[in-house]
């Protein structure tokens, strides 16, 4: 592959990292409500469903979720329910008022899993990740690229997600406006959860038959 097709690679995941979504919503809960180690974990683990499901994309696993309805309907149905759950876990935080209990004592190694757990599942159980990668490498991989190349590429997509969703973390974990924001957290707890109804709501409405 030679750098000028790496970079249009590389630029996209970018873009595609950027875009707004439950990746960003979960990483701004971790990262406010808890702690920057917390939205850290958070991100790495999104990295890596990331980088998951472009290494199945080009072992051509990848497909099934492009010829399969059914497969991308199941797939897209349990990833909408864990956005269900998210949504109670987040509402309930907001309404308890426990938050930052993740910085007191042994509960910090608790949180860390959880932040990677929810990071790793919103990726996971999001089969449109798979598709983004179906329409990408579909331009630059051919039938005789070499396994080197398309590690390369997995390795360039979750490294660019996991690095954007840390630099979110940094953000919204400084001191500048960290204050600000745990100040509102319980309001930002709430828009968070019914932000993660209302995208469940529309993936579930959207696979529907009309």
Known sequence: MTFAAWLSVATICILGAMTPGPSLAVVLRYSVGQSRQ????????????VGFYAVITMTGLGILFQTVPAFRNIVSVLGALYLIYLAIR????????????SEQGGQVAETMTQAARDGFMIAFLNPKIALFFLALFSQFVSP????????????????????????????LSHGAVLPWLRAHSMWIERIIAILFVVIAMRVIIGILPV
């Open 38 to 49: 917390a939205g850290f974990a958070c991100a790495v683990a999104h990295g890596l469903g």
């Open 90 to 101: 987040a509402w309930r935080a907001a309404g308890s008022g426990a938050r930052f209990e």
């Open 144 to 171: 005789e690229f070499e396994w080197g190349g398309k590690f390369l590429l997995a390795f360039t997509a979750a490294g660019i997600d996991a690095a954007w969703y840390c630099l979110v973390a940094v953000g």
